[in-house]
């Protein structure tokens, strides 16, 4: 720009006076707008806030302009998309350029809108769940059963019991209370604690651990078990479970009741059979007691709202169940469990190195209890926290638990389910003679037997729109309505770092050299140009600065110039462009 006008009017700062400007349209805006302003004599005129703003807001807009130009030609060469070099033709008419700009705009919302609604299904539905009929090489689990006897106090070990902890023998009066209790310990199950919530307000149970109570006075039982392979050992444990402490039979799951931390491939695999090639069963035959049987998958443990089959002395009872089961695809561990909705046996979760749907609503019962009691019922060894008294089982019962619980607590199904549902039942019994005390009688045992029903369905869990399906909508959106493809992306990328580096390096390192450079070059053009101005227009408006007033003031007479000076000032000549 003139330095004459800067140096004989205004004083500006650094922005406007140590300015290179590279562009000969912008310096002639700048030239044109000083010249407007100091023949008008406004404060504006030498305002050094508006002026360098104004300077500065034209400066940045024909940069980025420039810039904005050179970049999309760069962009429309590299990516090959023809509309961004069109609306970047500036020998184009501007509504032609306007047209592409709104099909542009166009295009890239139609682009989002669609991608939006496949990356919503990826995220929400990405899973199917098929048919599978190739049975005749199908190979399944038979069903676990947990047993659960009616009467299982040794009579001898209670009256012992009560004899080392309570200093009470059977002469006693408080014999019987303290047998009662014992009894309503041991038949207290998560539906039906009653009658052990009558002993809250004698203190001296309150230190008394009931789990440890149950095994001290429990009665051992044995089972006669066998099978279609008579090589295979069935796995038989003592549980604890929210029934009560039972014998969980071909339910390798059931050893985390007990309290041990196994993972998943420390289960024992319970007996398989192959279908349609083998009969499948198992029979258990009882002796000297009964009780109640639910039969469930042996990948999961049994639960108080489980539908059982009583068994009574002399019955027989063949059940037939019916398979239904559902595999996994290897592929829905590439998705997270909100996506999948389901769980692997194999995932870590509450806490829990193995999981099943049954064991997370029955943590979630405990812990619900732990929560509004202060402690954990005996039913739960696996869960951690102090052990329910009977106090704590009375508080329990004012909350109605677990009631309320059984409908608040929800869990995602497992990926891979064995539901077992009854077919048939055939129940016959032997009968027992008026004088015979059956419980004495080896002949007055009690059978169970279940066998399996091949199936010739089974549903499949697989993905139908996994991350490969998702990159390629992507991509198919982006070429239909854009003409993307992943080379133009990184072709885009490319040329948006080149010139964002390229900015970068002339703005701070090579501008201010340039600069300097520009600056020593004008001195001496500015010292001419002052000096033509004064000697060709002596009555001009540009007094002289007094070299005594560091602030170079304008000198007031240029206040009173006349309407002739101004119209001479407007025609002053158009400055030469010195390079």
């Known amino acids: 720009m003139n330095h004459a006008i800067i140096y004989e009017k205004c004083e500006t700062s650094f922005i406007l006076s140590k300015m290179l400007p590279n562009d000969v349209r912008l310096e002639h805006i700048i030239n044109k707008f000083l010249l407007q302003n100091m023949q008008k004599q406004t404060p504006t005129a030498c305002g050094i806030i508006d002026l360098d703003l104004l300077i500065l807001g034209a400066v940045f807009y024909i940069w980025f302009r420039e810039k904005a130009?050179?970049?999309?030609?760069?962009?429309?060469?590299?990516?090959?998309?023809?509309?961004?070099?069109?609306?970047?033709?500036?020998?184009?008419?501007?509504?032609?350029?306007?047209?592409?700009?709104?099909?542009?705009?166009?295009?890239?919302?139609?682009?989002?809108?669609?991608?939006?609604?496949?990356?919503?299904?990826?995220?929400?539905?990405?899973?199917?769940?098929?048919?599978?009929?190739?049975?005749?090489?199908?190979?399944?689990?038979?069903?676990?059963?947990?047993?659960?006897?009616?009467?299982?106090?040794?009579?001898?070990?209670?009256?012992?019991?009560?004899?080392?902890?309570?200093?009470?023998?059977?002469?006693?009066?408080?014999?019987?209370?303290?047998?009662?209790?014992?009894?309503?310990?041991?038949?207290?199950?998560?539906?039906?604690?009653?009658?052990?919530?009558?002993?809250?307000?004698?203190?001296?149970?309150?230190?008394?651990?009931?789990?440890?109570?149950?095994?001290?006075?429990?009665?051992?039982?044995?089972?006669?078990?066998?099978?279609?392979?008579?090589?295979?050992?069935?796995?038989?444990?003592?549980?604890?479970?929210?029934?009560?402490?039972?014998?969980?039979?071909?339910?390798?799951?059931?050893?985390?009741?007990?309290?041990?931390?196994?993972?998943?491939?420390d289960l024992r695999q319970p007996l398989t059979c192959q279908y349609g090639k083998q009969q499948c069963y198992i029979k258990m035959d009882l002796f000297e007691s009964t009780g109640t049987i639910d039969v469930h998958s042996p990948l999961e443990v049994s639960a108080t709202d489980a539908s059982v089959i009583s068994l009574h002395k002399s019955d027989e009872i063949i059940a037939s169940y019916k398979v239904h089961e559902t595999v996994a695809s290897a592929n829905l561990r590439a998705l997270n469990v909100e996506q999948r909705k389901c769980v692997f046996y194999d995932e870590e979760t509450s806490q829990l190195k193995v999981y099943s749907k049954t064991l997370c609503l029955v943590r979630c019962r405990a812990v619900m209890a732990l929560e509004m009691c202060n402690c954990v019922p005996f039913f739960y060894p696996f869960v951690e926290g102090p052990s329910c008294s009977p106090a704590g089982f009375e508080c329990l019962l004012d909350f109605k638990w677990p009631i309320w619980?059984?409908?608040?607590?929800?869990?995602?199904?497992?990926?891979?389910?064995?539901?077992?549902?009854?077919?048939?039942?055939?129940?016959?019994?032997?009968?027992?003679?008026?004088?015979?005390?059956?419980?004495?009688?080896?002949?007055?045992?009690?059978?169970?037997?279940?066998?399996?029903?091949?199936?010739?369905?089974?549903?499949?869990?697989?993905?139908?729109?996994?991350?490969?399906?998702?990159?390629?909508s992507f991509g198919g959106a982006l070429a239909l309505f854009l003409g993307f493809s992943i080379m133009s992306i990184i072709k885009l990328g490319y040329v948006l770092t080149y010139h964002t580096l390229k900015n970068f390096y002339d703005f701070f390192i090579n501008f201010p050299k340039m600069n300097q450079q520009y600056l020593e070059s004008r001195n001496s053009q500015t010292i001419q140009t002052i000096q033509k101005v004064n000697l060709s227009k002596p009555n001009n408006n540009f007094s002289k600065r007094s070299s005594t007033q560091p602030n170079r003031e304008i000198n007031s007479e240029s206040n009173n110039v006349d309407n002739a000076n101004l119209n001479e000032t407007m025609s002053l000549p158009e400055f030469e462009y010195l390079n």
């Open 69 to 265: 130009y050179l970049f999309a030609i760069d962009a429309g060469r590299e990516t090959g998309i023809l509309a961004i070099t069109l609306i970047a033709n500036r020998s184009l008419h501007i509504f032609e350029r306007g047209l592409w700009f709104v099909m542009i705009v166009i295009c890239i919302y139609y682009v989002i809108n669609v991608s939006s609604l496949q990356f919503l299904r990826y995220v929400t539905s990405p899973t199917v769940v098929s048919v599978d009929r190739d049975y005749r090489g199908w190979t399944g689990m038979l069903p676990a059963v947990t047993l659960c006897y009616y009467d299982h106090v040794d009579a001898y070990k209670a009256n012992e019991y009560i004899q080392n902890v309570w200093n009470v023998s059977i002469v006693d009066e408080d014999y019987f209370y303290y047998m009662d209790f014992l009894y309503a310990v041991v038949n207290a199950t998560a539906a039906n604690y009653v009658d052990l919530a009558r002993f809250a307000e004698n203190e001296r149970f309150d230190e008394v651990n009931l789990l440890d109570l149950i095994h001290a006075i429990d009665k051992p039982f044995e089972q006669v078990l066998s099978s279609f392979d008579a090589n295979f050992e069935i796995q038989v444990l003592p549980v604890m479970t929210e029934r009560g402490l039972c014998y969980a039979i071909n339910s390798p799951m059931s050893k985390i009741l007990t309290g041990s931390k196994i993972t998943y491939k």
């Open 405 to 472: 619980a059984l409908h608040i607590c929800k869990c995602p199904s497992t990926c891979a389910e064995i539901e077992y549902t009854v077919q048939t039942v055939k129940k016959s019994s032997w009968g027992i003679k008026a004088n015979e005390d059956g419980s004495k009688s080896d002949s007055a045992t009690s059978s169970f037997r279940w066998d399996l029903i091949p199936p010739k369905v089974r549903f499949r869990r697989d993905v139908v729109f996994g991350l490969e399906d998702l990159l390629v």
